[in-house]
């Protein structure tokens, strides 16, 4: 039985209670984390960016209106988890319980900040790391060969140590199926190899304790190419049917695993295809990013002989390193060599590219060894089809990745990323804001990744490290890592 008191009543029980909240935490002399604060938080919106995805981020992560009310002349800001736990137990909503909105505003305020806990640290580069769908194993993968694969329901113990076979300079990206009973991982050749990690041994060598296949993508081109071109992306389709690959040749492949070969090949870009994925969970639209600048959408429903996108998204002024879809096939992100993110809705999409490079670089610049050109900062694409751009972080040397933030707990409404500079930013999708800056790595933090469900973010870093931030934290505090750095250049 709910019982109703007035919304005076509430606002008192809450005000009085809302002192008792968590503080968030703050780093001393710089280090180690930026907490995040309400202050910090800005509610005006980023001037490019369409009311229509301000409004679906509002309703995936935004309280119930009756809930919103319960504070008056404060709707612009954040509501009490207290005054929503009181407006919940009056019964305020009429519902009787918090819906998945309500909750992402609770949830998403206790951003994984804290910390960190190291997981696990490597004599080599760690260059992508991920967790699975239901958020139970963690996979890194390193440059010397090794991919582990981590139990996180049980105290993070390795269950599967992968001994990469006939690695190419690194593992360029790992993917995980969805039943989480193989694992896809690529390198600098055409050969993408498929591991069974349901299996008993821990120890995964080639061929010895697990059999580790090889998917051929280069049989679906030139055959004369052999080992000529490399693979940047991999992904599974949600179904677990398919693989979807972008290469060094310019190109997208899709590898058919029930009929053991590439069913299709794209000539989709001008230049090396650093990111590939599926847009959402029917697998007909697929996205691209390429060294080329440009963003394109292929719907597999009407591919022509021509190889002809359904549309090209102009707005980076330099390559692009990842693309991460929202799921929904119509809005993904993009970080690019620019130094930025472009947040983009494919509605908006042109139907080819009438803009290059050229037309407004007029400087030399190679990411892979020269910092960004000051000059460059300030041009602007005369053509920019995107939705929003989100700048703090910097994308040198290596390509780092992006992501939305978990739909479950944060309806998604936060941007996340790596950095060269050491560090992970978070930004608020819809004020543009900058709202936390994660702390720890000496070398590039080329990936990280957000657990699907609880406020837990792992950081992996050229550094060897592989490190926990979590809200509110483990009850230990974090031990400093001290350790000997190897440097190498790379360019990839």
């Known amino acids: 039985m709910y019982v109703t008191h007035n919304r005076a009543a509430i606002d008192e029980m809450g005000y009085a209670m809302s002192r008792l909240e968590i503080e968030p935490d703050h780093c001393d002399s710089g280090e180690v984390v930026h907490g995040v604060s309400d202050s910090q938080r800005s509610n005006k919106p980023l001037n490019d960016l369409d009311n229509e995805i301000a409004q679906l981020t509002k309703l995936k992560s935004g309280p119930h209106q009756m809930l919103s009310q319960i504070a008056p002349g404060r709707r612009g800001l954040p509501v009490s988890t207290v005054k929503m736990l009181a407006g919940r137990e009056c019964n305020f909503s009429g519902r009787g319980r918090f819906s998945s909105a309500d909750c992402c505003h609770v949830l998403s305020r206790y951003l994984p900040v804290n910390g960190p806990w190291l997981i696990d640290e490597m004599n080599s580069r760690a260059y992508v790391s991920h967790f699975s769908a239901d958020g139970s194993l963690f996979v890194a993968g390193f440059q010397g060969s090794?991919?582990?694969?981590?139990?996180?329901?049980?105290?993070w113990k390795v269950q599967k140590n992968i001994l990469a076979k006939s690695l190419r300079w690194t593992i360029t990206d790992?993917?995980?199926?969805?039943?989480?009973?193989?694992?896809?991982?690529?390198?600098?050749?055409?050969?993408v190899h498929i591991v069974n990690v349901g299996s008993a041994e821990i120890e995964s060598l080639a061929n010895v304790t697990d059999i580790h296949d090889g998917l051929d993508f280069s049989s679906a081109g030139d055959e004369d190419r052999g080992y000529s071109f490399g693979?940047?992306?991999?992904?599974?389709?949600?179904?677990?049917?398919?693989?979807?690959?972008?290469?060094?040749?310019?190109?997208?492949?899709?590898?058919?695993?029930?009929?053991?070969?590439?069913?299709?090949?794209?000539?989709?870009h001008s230049s090396d295809v650093n990111t590939v994925c599926f847009a959402d969970e029917s697998g007909h639209l697929i996205y691209s990013g390429s060294d080329d600048t440009y963003c394109k959408v292929w719907d597999r429903r009407c591919l022509n002989a021509r190889d002809k996108p359904a549309g090209v998204l102009m707005g980076h002024l330099e390559g692009i390193t990842f693309i991460d879809s929202r799921g929904d096939g119509r809005y993904f992100i993009s970080n690019g060599k620019d130094q930025a993110i472009k947040l983009w809705d494919i509605r908006k999409m042109s139907s080819e590219a009438t803009c290059s490079q050229e037309d407004f670089r007029n400087y030399e610049w190679d990411?892979?060894?020269?910092?960004?050109?000051?000059?460059?900062?300030?041009?602007?694409?005369?053509?920019?089809?995107?939705?929003?751009?989100?700048?703090?972080?910097?994308?040198?040397?290596?390509?780092?990745?992006?992501?939305?933030?978990?739909?479950?707990?944060?309806?998604?409404?936060?941007?996340?990323?790596?950095?060269?500079?050491?560090?992970v930013y978070i930004y608020d999708l819809?004020?543009?804001?900058?709202?936390?800056?994660?702390?720890?790595?000496?070398?590039?933090?080329?990936?990280?990744?957000?657990?699907?469900?609880?406020?837990?973010?792992?950081?992996?870093?050229?550094?060897?490290?592989?490190?926990?931030?979590?809200?509110?934290?483990?009850?230990?505090?974090?031990?400093?890592?001290?350790?000997?750095r190897v440097r190498r250049r790379s360019i990839y």
């Open 430 to 484: 819809v004020s543009g804001a900058q709202v936390a800056t994660l702390k720890h790595h000496k070398s590039p933090v080329r990936d990280c990744s957000w657990h699907p469900y609880y406020p837990m973010l792992l950081s992996s870093s050229w550094d060897g490290d592989i490190v926990k931030w979590e809200f509110p934290g483990s009850g230990e505090a974090p031990a400093p890592v001290i350790k000997n």
């Open 231 to 268: 693979i940047f992306s991999v992904k599974f389709s949600t179904d677990g049917r398919e693989v979807v690959a972008g290469s060094s040749d310019d190109s997208i492949y899709v590898y058919d695993l029930e009929a053991n070969r590439p069913s299709l090949q794209i000539s989709a």
């Open 174 to 191: 790992t993917s995980l199926s969805p039943d989480q009973r193989h694992l896809v991982y690529a390198s600098m050749s055409p050969i």
């Open 367 to 423: 990411y892979r060894w020269m910092d960004y050109p000051p000059q460059a900062k300030d041009v602007k694409h005369p053509r920019d089809l995107s939705v929003a751009t989100y700048r703090g972080h910097s994308v040198l040397r290596t390509l780092i990745r992006c992501y939305f933030s978990p739909e479950y707990s944060t309806g998604q409404k936060y941007i996340y990323t790596g950095s060269h500079n050491s560090c």
């Open 146 to 155: 090794h991919i582990r694969i981590y139990n996180v329901d049980k105290g």
